[in-house]
């Protein structure tokens, strides 16, 4: 029996099978016992009463892309079974209504004092219409549940959006919320996501907007580089280190924005425009790392996930301890 064994297992929530690898050898490197749970299809007895352990929440929002148009409506109903019975759940159901929605994103972070872009919800072809006619200059739109960068296009002016929204190539989304959102222009042309997990920062990377608005960073989505050029091997790829660090204090508005809106774990990303102003977008919840970046600057970010995990762990038990003494 090795010396970690004593730790509780861990049930993972997942639909995507590529983005399990990482997280299953960081966690069973600190030594926690795996369980792998899929949520597609599945039954859930109310009366049922949930493993003991950890659960950890990676449903995205973009599983219907990958035909698992039933996995986010699902999780919800585990997410409240495991909360009502009291399981520990990592990104429970709080961190969860947030990740699928940007509208709530929006909210939150203005509440909390962090710059976003000007951003709106709508449903329905004229209220979209109808509101893009508020811009000023070019926007955007986006999947209110998003994820992946799909369904995001850039528009200059009201006849842009109406021919889009009358075309074939519209793509209402798994719900037809659709966001309407300040575009801003990038000087150089890259993103910043910082990375924080358990009330700390991790890691903040640059990604590369060349290529477009598709920036997952999971090793598993870097499958067909566009440009047969740039190879990821000699560093060119479209992730690089950023100077944003744990002193910066945005990323205190990010770490405390996690701690207050019950999110243990995420990737937060903004856009610097031209006078040095970030505005950020996006809070990814099922978060993932690129390998060739964080060997280059020296970060395993899910192996920081785990570690910050166990030591939760061994915190709440040091906690119950006194308590009963
Ligand atoms: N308001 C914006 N201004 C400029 N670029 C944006 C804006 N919102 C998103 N983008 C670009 O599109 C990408 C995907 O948008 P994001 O909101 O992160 O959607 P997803 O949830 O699909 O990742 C971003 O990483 C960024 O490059
Ligand atoms: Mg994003």
Not at 43 to 64: C, F, K, M, V, Y
Not at 152 to 166: H, K, T
Not at 195 to 220: H, I, N, W
Request: aromatic share 8%; hydrophobic share 35%; glycine share 8%.
């Amino acid at each position: 029996m090795s010396h970690t064994s004593f730790l509780p297992t861990v049930h993972i929530l997942y639909e995507n099978p590529a983005w399990l690898p990482p997280l299953v050898s960081a966690l069973e490197a600190e030594g926690f016992p795996i369980r792998l749970v899929e949520l597609d299809q599945g039954i859930l007895d109310p009366s049922a009463t949930p493993e003991e352990g950890i659960w950890i929440n990676r449903i995205s929002p973009s599983s219907h892309t990958r035909g698992h148009n039933d996995s986010v409506g699902l999780a919800r109903e585990v997410l409240f079974w495991l909360e009502s019975h009291g399981r520990r759940v990592i990104n429970g159901s709080q961190a969860f209504e947030l990740e699928v929605s940007k509208f709530r994103q929006d909210r939150l972070l203005q509440k909390h004092g962090i710059r976003t872009p000007k951003t709106v919800l709508v449903v329905g072809r004229d209220q979209a219409l109808e509101e893009a006619g508020r811009f000023d200059g070019p926007f955007i739109t986006k999947h209110n549940q998003g994820g992946k960068g799909l369904g995001i296009q850039l528009f200059r002016d009201v006849e842009g959006l109406a021919n889009y929204l009358d075309s074939d190539s519209f793509d209402p989304g798994p719900n037809r919320q659709l966001i309407l959102q300040e575009y801003i222009r990038p000087p150089q042309s890259f993103i910043t996501r910082v990375e924080v997990a358990f009330g700390k920062f991790v890691l903040a990377m640059r990604s590369s907007t060349e290529e477009g608005f598709e920036l997952c960073p999971s090793d598993a989505c870097q499958v067909q580089p566009k440009r047969p050029d740039v190879c990821p091997a000699d560093g060119g790829s479209k992730f690089s280190a950023s100077p944003v660090d744990a002193d910066d204090p945005l990323v205190a508005s990010y770490i405390s924005l996690c701690k207050s809106e019950g999110v243990d774990v995420a990737g937060i990303e903004f856009v610097e425009d031209a006078e040095g102003n970030r505005y950020t977008y996006d809070i990814n919840g099922t978060t993932n790392f690129n390998q060739v970046l964080g060997r280059e600057i020296g970060v395993d970010g899910m192996r920081e996930i785990a570690r910050g995990l166990r030591s939760e762990v061994l915190r709440e038990r040091r906690l119950r301890a006194r308590v009963a003494s």
